[in-house]
């Protein structure tokens, strides 16, 4: 069975500050998929990044970073220089490659970015 | 952009009601799925479909179900609402190919039972 874990539930920083949101996930399958997802107050969620269990190689897209480490199990989310409009929940998500193919969610991790 | 689409947003219902609540996409996609959202944020998956007259229970326990019989379609309903029910309701669909992996999420429905 899968599992993500996001341990901080909430995290509150001031804007401009750096912020990391931690997730360490559990499979035994070799072939998998890391997501993130943002969930702004409206509710929708909206698709950041999706990386494959091969390919270690970190991505920075803006103010966006992320750190993937197999041989931790962790995908670690960065947002640098925060902004107001950070604020909201961010789900890390785990999909492995075979069956029905459902992604296995972790519990949130809400972020406040005060002015 | 996801094209997939919920309907209504938002709902408020009084017990023993049925409901039916929509989701569409016009990507193509074989595979469709329906999670739960808990006021405490985890999302539960409770139902999933590979494609049309294939449907399956997900993890979480549900007292819903759903149907596909066509490809964009995958409404759910609820025979008679309870306010256990109360919740937000997400839909989402994913594609086969490599560039597709990643599921699109609809708006949501949020669901309040009296």
């Known amino acids: 069975a899968q599992k993500v874990t996001q341990a901080q539930t909430e995290i509150s920083v001031v804007e401009k500050e750096d912020v990391t949101l931690d997730c360490v996930y559990e499979?035994?399958?070799?072939?998998?998929?890391l997501f993130w997802y943002k969930q702004p107050p409206s509710g929708e969620l909206v698709f950041l990044i999706r990386?494959?269990?091969?390919?270690?190689q970190n991505e920075i897209s803006g103010r966006y970073s992320w750190n993937f480490q197999k041989s931790t199990s962790s995908f670690n989310f960065t947002i640098t220089a925060s902004q107001v409009v950070d604020s909201a929940v961010y789900f890390c998500a785990l999909r492995i490659d075979t069956g029905r193919r459902a992604l296995t969610f972790g519990s949130g991790t809400r972020l406040q970015v005060q002015p | 952009e996801a094209d997939i689409y919920q309907t209504p947003r938002y709902l408020v219902i009084g017990t023993g009601k049925k409901i039916t609540l929509e989701c569409s996409q016009t990507m193509g996609h074989d595979k469709m799925y329906w999670y739960q959202q808990d006021p405490g944020m985890e999302l539960h998956l409770i139902h999933y479909s590979y494609g049309v007259n294939s449907t399956e229970k997900g993890d979480l326990s549900s007292e819903s179900t759903v149907s596909r019989i066509r490809t964009e379609h995958f409404p759910l309903t609820l025979e008679s609402a309870r306010p256990s029910h109360t919740s937000q309701y997400l839909c989402?669909?994913?594609?086969?190919?490599?560039?597709?992996?990643?599921?699109?999420f609809g708006p949501g429905t949020r669901l309040t039972v009296t």
């Open positions: 990386r494959n269990s091969f390919d270690e």
């Open positions: 989402a669909s994913s594609g086969e190919r490599e560039t597709s992996y990643e599921q699109y």
């Open positions: 499979t035994r399958d070799t072939t998998y998929y």
